[in-house]
């Protein structure tokens, strides 16, 4: 028999929650959600975790779910938030994902909580990879269901669903199943009841072994993208580099970066796979250049011996935000990561801004760029305007009202992946060193 898993010590053990933090925990009246939900009070105290349940109204009994949520709070002591959306027409599964984390995210601002806890479990993680190799083409595509996405973070996915099931039972939490789960019309459902069987039947540790190879490519995938921002060099800061440079690189190594510069153009991700990446290499590679189109507005465009990547969305800037240091936040399509690291730290890449934290304080805004905004970019004597800057750099017109802008005191400390200020940055043998990165939100 397995032992017996206690749900504190797996959200202790995962190193995604401190004891002093606060947050949400996502409860949908399920085991994985009651089993997360009481080892997030255990862990960090029940006043410290706010249980957020969305109630849909899409089945007669959802109001059971609701009740099962209030009683598990009652239980555990915890405040619960219950939400009431409204959903239209069209794959209602992913308009209720995107309700549930929109929800989280907006009451985690407005309470100014640390992170947004969901249940998710190994089981999870496996039925994921095998729908998404089945669905949807590349690495990337496999690597859903982070620990640790922005805000969110996953505590559980060390256990198998079995695991955390019987915890919520040992420790006499309520709970009540999905009827829905069983329904074979939704291709998860099939995946859960079908597919995932027969393949613990060819090898009975085929969760495991899902879930280290989805571990192994993760830690692949951070090192190429790194050699390919490498690779780019000071270019990646301007959305725009010289052909020959994207000539010279791996196919490979070349996709990854294209990808990269398409990203800061959209301000989100861009699924720019193998053929796509190969009709820009050979528009790139002829005389008379030309524009690539990549849906939803984006184009790749070269002329003069340059690409570069822009947007056609006239959407309103972002609205502004405010960074703890550390914490995370998001700003439009961007995931913005603030850390307090001890001692000096050696820059890795355009998309890291190392900063003194005695001089930006516990707090820092991040917002658009405004008309007027000036700079004392590093190494520079004086000030420059974000508008000269953004030229030097060849940074598309579309892109630069959804760059986000890291603001200390009215005073610009950086504008991600293109400039930090010399006047904030941090200084050769600090004591302690904030290191802020941001990337294409999932």
């Known amino acids: 028999m397995a032992p017996q898993v206690e749900p504190a010590r797996a959200v202790r053990d995962s190193r995604l929650v401190a004891e002093s933090s606060q947050g949400i925990a996502l409860v949908s009246g399920g085991a994985d959600s009651a089993a997360l939900a009481a080892g997030l009070a255990a862990h960090c105290g029940a006043e410290r975790v706010v249980g957020l349940h969305l109630n849909y109204g899409l089945r007669p009994d959802s ?11 009652e239980l555990l002591g915890i405040e619960l938030v219950v939400e009431r959306p409204r959903l239209g027409p069209g794959n209602v599964q992913a308009q209720a994902r995107r309700a549930r984390y929109d929800a989280a995210e907006r009451l985690r601002r407005e309470r100014g909580l640390d992170w947004v806890a969901a249940g998710h479990t190994r089981t999870d993680l496996a039925e994921t990879v095998i729908y998404r190799l089945a ?8 690597l859903g269901l982070a620990p640790r996405n922005g805000a969110v973070v996953r505590p559980l996915l060390d256990l198998a669903r079995h695991q955390v099931r019987g915890a919520a039972k040992a420790a006499g939490l309520p709970f009540r199943d999905d009827p829905s789960n069983a329904e074979p019309a939704f291709a998860r459902n099939r995946i859960r009841n079908e597919v995932l069987p027969v393949l613990r039947e060819i090898g009975p540790s085929a969760e495991e072994v899902i879930a280290e190879t989805q571990l192994e490519l993760r830690e692949e995938a951070a090192v190429l993208e790194r050699a390919a921002s490498e690779a780019l060099g000071p270019a990646a800061g301007a959305a725009a580099v010289p052909v020959s440079l994207i000539a010279e690189l791996d196919p490979a190594l070349a996709r990854i970066a294209l990808r ?21 290499r050979r528009v790139a590679a002829s005389r008379e250049g030309g524009v690539v189109e990549l849906g939803s507005g984006i184009e ?3 002329e003069h011996g340059f690409l570069s990547f822009s947007s056609g969305s006239a959407e309103a800037p972002p609205a502004d935000q405010r960074l703890s240091i550390p914490g995370s936040c998001r700003f439009g399509g961007w995931e913005l990561t603030a850390e307090l ?10 998309e890291l801004a190392l900063l003194d934290p005695g001089l930006i304080g516990e707090q820092v805004v991040v917002r658009a760029w405004r008309d007027g905004d000036r700079i004392s970019p590093l190494g520079l004597d004086g000030t420059k305007t974000l508008q000269d800057l953004f030229t030097d750099h060849k940074v598309p017109r579309s892109l630069r009202r959804t760059l986000p802008l890291v603001v200390s005191g009215g005073e610009i400390a950086w504008v991600a992946g293109v400039a930090v200020s010399e006047q904030l940055r941090a200084r050769p043998g600090a004591e302690r060193t904030a290191v802020l990165s941001a990337r294409a939100a999932e």
């Open 300 to 302: 790749a465009r070269v």
């Open 135 to 142: 669905t949807s083409p590349g690495r990337r595509a496999l």
């Open 63 to 73: 109001g059971e779910d609701e009740a099962t949520c209030r009683a598990l709070a």
């Open 260 to 280: 990269q510069l398409a990203e800061r153009a959209a301000g989100g991700q861009v699924p720019l796979g193998r053929a796509r990446a190969e009709e820009i």
């Open 341 to 350: 690291r001890e001692g000096e730290v050696q820059a890795s890449g355009p």
